[in-house]
């Protein structure tokens, strides 16, 4: 396995229809956590690495969907609902959660270096953990740019924009928890490719 | 300048090029025109439904099942030299498919006897196509010594579960073997366990038992040598 080829394909996985269920409750999180974007998606991040890895090396996770469809649904309260008075410290839980949550959802599509670090990832160790944030570096990178055109953004726009993404992105986590909870994610995942596609 | 403003746009700007270079990469399909199959499929689909399918696409669909519990997949790939590829965990069938596309099997046991790849695929899944070359090739060379291949559609979003959809991708993508129509997911979940990835390819001997198991794209010149130690040398 080469790790420019890992990192490669992190990147082209970013373009791929499998990575949605990734990319769109990251998003989501972005957007809804406003001011706080930056800690709330890397805190997803965290999360995506830390249940991918523990399901991909076949050491945990693979919560029942209801499980998953809840995470998905406190971290969605917690960054609407101040129940934590500061926002970025709201936003590190509800990331955490959100990203656990994506990731118990994914099915990836697997190239030839990722694959072979799937192929072995049950018998390593914190090497596995580390080329598997390397590959999700690149899949995740749209996510970055998010967070990092978030921060380039102008405090009076932000000012006016904040309150419309935080709908937009709080319904879209809302309604990925239902669809979740009723076994149709991938169907609104899809609906949300065909319409881009199109 | 604000250096923290300096450092998003410079990690903006590495994104959008990373991206970009990966997308526009040469000798290399598109993975978004790719990625756009369903869409393509779809409307070729409708097309189908007009005018009949194109010619060379069977389109006999069986909804036969086998009633036997599915075993939990091995885990890693052998490596196959001139030894005997390994027997891994499990003597796993097909259960709770919705139906056959090319074919009029009910199960694994209808190719009993064969040397048998067993493809989890699904038509809209990038990487899953580029295998696709390599076991057209396989299959070429040996499916008249007893080799066959069965593609078990496990499909990611309600347009791949389309059997239209899925049909008119067989007959674009050359895919001539049968398709197993795996729509719930049944044996993907139940063959790979919480390892579950697009494609997944496993190799089943003669007594079906599993002796090849390997995620993703690659190992092809692995696969190719326990299908031809199994062809020349039987279970």
């Known amino acids: ?198 | 300048m604000n250096w923290s403003r300096f450092v998003a746009a410079v990690l903006v700007i590495a994104v959008v090029v990373a991206l970009v270079a990966v997308r526009f990469r040469p000798d290399e399909p598109s993975a978004a025109t790719d990625a756009a199959i369903g869409p393509e499929a779809a409307d070729r689909a409708a097309t189908d439904a007009a005018t009949g399918p194109e010619p060379g696409a069977t389109r006999s669909i069986t909804g036969g099942e086998e009633a036997s519990t599915a075993a939990i997949a091995p885990t890693t790939a052998p490596e196959v030299g001139p030894e005997a590829p390994p027997v891994l965990d499990g003597k796993p069938e097909l259960t709770g498919l919705d139906g056959w596309l090319q074919s009029d099997a009910t199960g694994l046991a209808s190719f009993d006897g064969q040397v048998r790849i067993v493809h989890f695929w699904t038509f809209g899944c990038y990487n899953c196509k580029n295998t696709l070359p390599h076991l057209q090739d396989l299959y070429a060379e040996h499916h008249d010594d007893g080799l066959e291949i069965i593609g078990v559609h496990a499909p990611e979003f309600d347009y791949e579960a389309d059997v239209d959809n899925i049909a008119a991708a067989a007959v674009d993508l050359g895919v001539t073997w049968p398709i197993a129509l795996d729509t719930e997911k049944v044996n993907f979940r139940a063959w790979q366990g919480r390892r579950r990835f697009w494609p997944r390819t496993y190799v089943l001997d003669q007594e079906g038992r599993v002796r090849f198991d390997h995620i993703g794209e690659g190992a092809y010149d692995e696969l190719a040598a326990t299908v031809q130690y199994l062809l020349a040398n039987g279970a």
């Open chain 1, 1 to 198: 396995m080469s790790i420019p080829g890992l990192l490669a394909e992190g990147f082209e996985s970013a373009l791929l229809a499998c990575s949605l269920i990734l990319l769109v409750p990251g998003a989501a999180v972005g957007l809804t956590a406003r001011a706080a974007a930056v800690p709330a998606i890397l805190s997803f991040a965290v999360g995506v690495l830390a249940l991918s890895w523990l399901r991909f090396a076949d050491r945990g996770g693979d919560f029942p969907p209801l499980l998953v469809a809840a995470g998905l649904m406190v971290a969605t309260i917690l960054l609407l609902v101040p129940l934590i008075s500061r926002l970025d410290l709201a936003a590190i839980p509800a990331g955490l959660l959100a990203g656990g949550a994506a990731a118990e959802l994914w099915l990836p599509c697997v190239g030839p270096d990722f694959g072979q670090l799937l192929n072995e990832l049950p018998d390593r160790g914190a090497s596995g953990l580390g080329l598997l944030a390397l590959y999700l570096f690149g899949t995740l990178s749209p996510l970055v740019a998010l967070a990092a055109l978030h921060h380039l953004t102008p405090d009076w726009v932000l000012e006016r924009l904040e309150p419309i993404w935080a709908v937009v992105g709080g319904t879209l986590l809302a309604l990925l928890a239902v669809a979740t909870a009723a076994g149709l994610h991938d169907d609104l995942v899809g609906k949300l490719f065909q319409w881009s596609a199109a």
